[in-house]
């Protein structure tokens, strides 16, 4: 295992950031930390490089504890969301710091920082500074700093938060192509569910302060294990009970998982329900048809293009909703 | 351009603009370069032929290296103590902080007479810190233990000042990847941390620097202003003035002034140089 963690728990003040939290990630994967803001997944991946301290719990990196062992001597890759390069220094400087520090020959720095240079696809730019390079081209500098002294692991805390959307898909695509190179075991946290989804070997799903679920990209996209993971990967309809199950429980649907008909399809008797056409939106690559309930409850569906011209859908009308696929979670009542 | 928006305000607006750059050149004007241009006036105007004679007089020249060396070791010891207390103020919180923040100011506050009067007290024979000369050894009032506490004291503030805000935005974030990096603390300090302040800190420096060379009150009270003892720049104008030398002492207050300046600007010229560095490249 390159990293392993038990039973990590993080408590800020009366806030529990982090609780009970353990998982293991093996050698060479892409592994994303997916969570909203404040679930705690940030503090997860600065108590493996030591940034922080656990209240309790053990860390381990390539086998070995690593719960007491400083952040100098853990020899992690950390790359920060707004870059944290050093200002003052040129690319070529940044690069070279976590080896100069080490006391590395120059010789051998040297031929180190052009190779990485070249990897992040930066190599004319190594006398320039910080200030004068582009969000993408600053993160690709952090990046190479963080790999240049050849860390057993790299953690990125959202390492494209920062960035405009068009930016970030090349760079994510970009992080993809250059981890099947170097095969670093790489942590990255993000509260992009789709940017999870596409990059990672394997997804943490994590939500206040615990872990909702673990694995691959499909599993977790196909079979949610809770209410929480499926309404954060990927939109879905929240449908209350009554409509499809016992009072008690919940179906989630997601969009593109309902067909719509102008009769009762036969044998489908109790999964069907009477819906008005509210609303068609074009955008997009799929038509996104606004439902009204009988009871008031609003559906969003996701058609094709030719499904909605096969039915010639107008709105106003009224329908039929059958969910091909749905999930269905029984409630936890709290009084 | 400046000019086109200057007229595409309101006939009102572009009245208010005019009275209010010119109530700042006057301002400016009145309080600076008037008593600068006065001073080089006198000087000009009287004897300057024996302006060197005059600056080689044996207490000229000692009361300038008693000025220069009570400076340079207030900056050492302000620019020392100064990163200390920024780094906790702005890095920890303790209680209290927000009191210990407001005192830093203080000296901006207080009087220098009222300080160097207050040393008077603690250091006399029945202060606190009155048997203290017998410990060390060797006197603290009239003497120069007293006048470097007095011009530590009120140059204080100034590197605090300056380095806080700079801290306060560079934030955590680059002492944090130095150390993922494998830099321990020191080097991070030196590394990392000094040089991102380093601006903020310099300009600290300089003010503490010109502040000292110009302190009067404070060390004019702890001193006594012994000639060739005690005697700074300062006092030594004030002596000429009483003493109605006035070309000894318009000579000296000109070099003291352009002392001050000359290091502003040399400050400003450096500044400049490295934000040109940072955005343009080589």
């Known amino acids: ?335 | 351009m400046a000019e086109k928006k200057l007229f595409s305000f309101s006939e009102k607006g572009a009245k208010l603009r005019v009275v209010l750059i010119s109530v700042v050149v006057l301002y400016i004007g009145v309080l600076v370069v008037a008593p600068l241009s006065a001073l080089v006036r006198a000087v000009l105007l009287s004897d300057v032929g024996s302006l060197g004679k005059v600056l080689l007089q044996p207490d000229v020249f000692y009361a300038f290296g008693l000025t220069l060396a009570l400076a340079l070791a207030a900056v050492v010891l302000n620019t020392f103590f100064g990163l200390i207390v920024a780094w906790v103020m702005v890095r920890h919180h303790f209680p209290g902080k927000k009191f210990l923040n407001g005192l830093i100011d203080l000296p901006f506050a207080v009087s220098p007479v009222v300080v160097g009067y207050v040393l008077f007290l603690l250091f006399g024979r029945d202060g606190w810190f009155g048997s203290l000369d017998n410990w060390i050894g060797i006197p603290i009032l009239f003497s120069w233990p007293s006048m470097l506490a007095a011009t530590v004291f009120v140059s204080l503030p100034f590197v605090i000042r300056e380095v806080m805000p700079v801290l306060q935005e560079i934030g955590t974030d680059q002492d944090q990847a130095s150390y993922t990096l494998g830099a321990n603390q020191w080097q991070t300090f030196w590394r990392v941390l000094l040089p991102s302040i380093r601006w903020g800190l310099l300009y600290g420096m300089t003010l503490t620097f010109a502040r000292s060379l110009g302190e009067f009150g404070a060390v004019f009270v702890v001193s006594g202003a012994i000639t060739q003892q005690t005697e700074t720049a300062t006092l030594f104008i004030y002596r000429s003035v009483e003493e109605r030398e006035y070309l000894a002492g318009y000579s000296v207050a000109l070099i003291l002034a352009g002392l001050s300046f000359c290091i502003l600007f040399l400050i400003e010229y450096l500044k400049k140089k490295e934000e040109k560095r940072l955005t343009h490249g080589h």
Do not use: C
């Not at chain 1, 390159?2 to 353990?22: L, M």
């Not at chain 1, 490089?49 to 020899?75: H, K």
């Not at chain 1, 050093?86 to 020959?105: I, Q, S, Y």
């Not at chain 1, 939109?235 to 179906?251: A, K, M, W, Y």
């Open chain 1, 1 to 335: 295992m390159a990293i392993k963690i038990q039973n990590i728990t993080k408590q800020f003040g009366d806030f529990r950031a982090v609780d009970d939290v353990s998982f293991e990630i093996e050698h060479g994967q892409l592994v994303a930390v997916l969570g909203p803001s404040g679930s705690g997944k940030s503090t997860i991946l600065r108590i493996i490089a030591g940034l922080e301290t656990p209240d309790s719990g053990e860390v381990f990196l390539t086998g070995e504890e690593a719960t007491d062992i400083p952040i100098q001597e853990r020899n992690v890759g950390f790359v920060f969301q707004h870059y944290a390069l050093f200002k003052h220094m040129t690319v070529w400087d940044n690069v070279a710091f976590g080896l100069e520090v080490r006391k590395v020959p120059k010789e051998k720095i040297q031929s180190r920082v052009d190779e990485l240079l070249k990897l992040v696809q930066l190599s004319g730019y190594s006398r320039r500074y910080p200030s004068q390079l582009s969000g993408g081209q600053r993160q690709r500098v952090a990046l190479a700093r963080a790999l240049a002294p050849e860390p057993k692991v790299l953690l990125l805390d959202e390492p494209f938060g920062a960035l405009d959307s068009k930016v970030r898909e090349e760079l994510r695509e970009w992080l993809r192509r250059l981890h099947d190179e170097m095969h670093v075991t790489s942590l990255f946290v993000t509260h992009d569910q789709e940017e999870a989804l596409e990059v990672s070997d394997k997804v943490v799903i994590v939500n206040k302060g615990k872990i909702e679920q673990i694995g691959s990209p499909q599993e977790v996209y196909k079979h949610p294990k809770t209410p929480f993971v499926t309404s954060f990967i990927g939109p879905v309809n929240v449908v209350p009970g009554r409509l499809f199950g016992s009072h008690d429980e919940t179906t989630y649907v997601r969009p593109h998982e309902i067909d719509l008909t102008y009769d009762v399809p036969e044998g489908k008797g109790g999964k069907v329900l009477p819906a008005l056409v509210r609303r068609l939106n074009h955008v997009g690559a799929n038509v996104k048809v606004d439902l009204e309930l009988a009871d008031g409850n609003t559906l969003q569906v996701h058609l094709t293009p030719e499904r909605l011209s096969e039915l010639s859908l107008v709105e106003g009308e009224q329908v039929f909703v059958s969910p091909k696929e749905m999930k269905v979670f029984t409630e936890d009542y709290t009084i």
